[in-house]
């Protein structure tokens, strides 16, 4: 059966590739990659290899997914070795499952390659732990696209666990607004995290009530730093390590 | 200020390394390594590379945390380039932060490189997505070492959200009383998932309510499948890509 391979091309630092990703890609007949992944992992690939950008931001769709899926199935089925390079890893967050769903029913072999996620690489670039014992025991990875969700699944605060929250820049405001419905403390850090693992990385810190009193031309400014995400738990923010 | 590194191995396949740990691990004077990292790894290093195994499993710590952190700051101070060689990625559970404020008060600087985790890529490799828009939205890392610390965290089900248990098989009998007291339906697969991305993985899947049923000595049994984690959650088990 032939193979299409899904492979995560790390956070955004190339030198996060694995050796896995590298040697597929090097080996590469064709690579469809995301807009978040860094163009200098195609420098791997050979001359001819065929490189295409099905990358999706918001409001500005290069390809639909639909269509995205119909292209993996086209070039799976005429080349020996195509790539769908994502970024972070294939089945946290864009749609790796329903690329794999689409690429079986149409009798190709999807291959996953794990990568390094944005989801725990990015806090971790700014020297913020996911698991520290002084302050947590879980953490809750989750999407901020869609506040209604959102607010669905965040019962309560729970003060043992940490949030991070992808693709939620852009509801930044109303998210304030429904931790704070949700009993977490007002004095909580949130950290806004953008560009994590490259050179134009920056981190803002507030704590929640200070988001809360922002003026509406800074949640306008805010989304100018997309890619971001954002965290929401203790860290140490003012220790010697940051 | 001299460095020291702390190193995501990834999740058990010598491949899922990172270029950037490779090219750390080529240069290292000194690798303190985990008991769950892949031993492959360290082919990587010099022929004269000082290679400390200090891993810590349960009931059988080779060293404990604070002479771990002792060793680290020795080294650190002794030689150009230490690595602290840790399974899965630094800051996801594993005392990466115990260990960067250990070195930071010792006048070191600990540098992080983010690995595979092990909580992302081990579901992965078994084809289980963490974020599945058919499914869910959001997804809980948690530990299941500590049963009391697991039954107040898990505050109620939320049918949006999956939950990934780390380092709880030894009290899996306990677990799946937790959950279904938490409201979890009792038809909700259940896939342990044992030493993920290497040639012994294994996934056996079933409902809560099986579990509940199944006789002491199972509960036993299944302890030889360390390491393993435990996913809750919908992902499609009898579909053609498993």
Redesign the interface.
């Known amino acids: 059966m032939k193979k299409v391979y899904l492979v ?1 091309a ?2 955004g ?8 990703a ?2 597929i890609l090097k080996k590469a007949d064709v690579v469809l990659y995301d807009a978040l992944v860094n163009t200098q992992c195609l420098e791997f690939c050979k001359k001819d290899t065929i490189t295409i950008n099905v990358g999706k931001r918001k409001n500005n769709h290069i390809k639909k997914q639909n269509e995205i899926n119909k292209m993996l199935v086209q070039y799976g089925k005429q080349y020996n070795i195509v790539v769908r390079l994502k970024g972070g ?10 690329e ?2 689409a690429l ?1 029913k149409a009798g190709l072999e ?1 291959i ?1 390659i ?4 944005a ?3 990015v ?3 700014f ?8 302050y947590n ?7 901020g696209h ?1 506040v209604e ?2 607010e ?2 965040i ?2 605060y ?1 003060k ?2 940490s949030l991070i929250i992808m693709m939620g820049i852009h509801n930044l405001k109303q998210i304030v607004k429904i931790l704070l419905n949700k009993s977490f403390p007002t004095n909580i850090p949130v950290a806004i995290l953008s560009k994590g ?1 490259t050179k134009e990385a920056t981190k803002l810190v507030f704590t929640l009530d200070e988001l809360l009193n922002k003026p509406l031309e800074f949640f306008d400014d805010i989304k100018t730093l997309t890619p971001a995400m954002i965290f929401v738990g203790y860290f140490d923010a003012t ?3 940051n």
């Open positions: 995560g790390g956070a630092d190339v030198e996060l590739l694995t050796l896995k590298v040697n890893t294939p089945f946290v967050f864009g749609r790796g499952m329903e794999c769903e079986a999807p996953v794990s990568g390094v996620s989801t725990t690489s806090p971790e670039s020297m913020i732990p996911l698991i520290y014992r002084k025991d879980s953490y809750r990875t989750i999407t869609d969700i959102f669905d699944i019962t309560t729970n043992r666990e693992t220790n010697s390590i």
